[in-house]
């Protein structure tokens, strides 16, 4: 069983706060990823990493930031939150090589009013 | 650009029945294809992951078969289950790196 965990699993926030959605791997995994999904659509890929202090934009512009200090750790931050931002955030990581599975948490489904 | 596509995009079975999934993508030169399973407000859970060299996989009553030549992959679920009502993705790396690209999913209900 994968072990990768997302917090909050829900949050209702205003417009213009400053949100950080948490997600945390205890599998050692080198590479982490964050999706976005909107509902009854695709998930796109907005953040990867392939390791502590590398972070690569995904196919999908977001105007979300994130940071990997530690290995274990991959915090996606919001600066000033909009009700476009509003959808379902979903981290994963997967082991070094190429072949190998990806391991999602349960997402964070996001509301900004 | 990958893109996949998944048909159906819902289907409704009663319990007991055999059911095939179909998924499609339009760059063959993929790692691998991974089937997912995703209820409703949760993550993904991984089914299968069938290797670029693989043609199938087996896991329980689920079987996924992999053509990559004709950019194709089905999902066999037999004996379905209400238990196994949910959202069934697929997808593939993009090439060179190990990011997803997802289809939209089909939309599995079982009927008791």
């Known amino acids: 069983e994968a072990d990768i965990y997302q917090t909050p699993r829900y949050l209702v926030i205003g417009t213009g706060k400053k949100i950080t959605l948490e997600c945390s791997q205890t599998?050692?995994?080198?590479?982490m990823y964050w999706y976005q999904q909107d509902p009854g659509m695709e998930l796109h890929l907005i953040h990867y990493?392939?390791?502590?202090?590398?972070?690569e934009k995904g196919d999908l512009s977001s105007e979300s930031t994130v940071s990997r200090i530690r290995t274990e750790h991959f915090p996606l931050t919001l600066e000033s939150a909009r009700p476009s931002h509003t959808s379902q955030y979903l981290c994963?990581?997967?082991?070094?090589?190429?072949?190998?599975?990806?391991?999602f948490g349960d997402g964070t489904r996001l509301s900004i009013l | 650009k990958q893109e996949v596509t998944q048909i159906p995009a819902a289907l409704s079975v009663p319990e007991g029945e055999n059911l095939v999934l179909n998924c499609s993508f339009t760059?063959?030169?993929?790692?691998?294809l991974q089937w997912f399973r995703q209820d409703p407000g949760k993550g993904l859970t991984s089914l299968l992951l069938i290797q670029s060299s693989q043609r199938e996989q087996t896991s329980g009553r689920l079987n996924a078969s992999l053509d990559k030549s004709s950019g194709r992959s089905t999902l066999y679920i037999a004996a379905s289950q209400p238990g196994d009502s949910a959202t069934y993705l697929c997808?593939?790396?993009?090439?060179?790196?190990?990011?997803?690209?997802f289809g939209t999913g089909t939309r599995l209900t079982v009927i008791p």
């Open positions: 760059d063959s030169a993929i790692y691998n």
């Open positions: 994963a990581s997967s082991g070094p090589t190429g072949g190998q599975p990806q391991h």
């Open positions: 997808a593939v790396p993009q090439t060179g790196a190990n990011n997803l690209f």
């Open positions: 990493s392939y390791g502590v202090n590398s972070t």
């Open positions: 599998m050692g995994h080198d590479k």
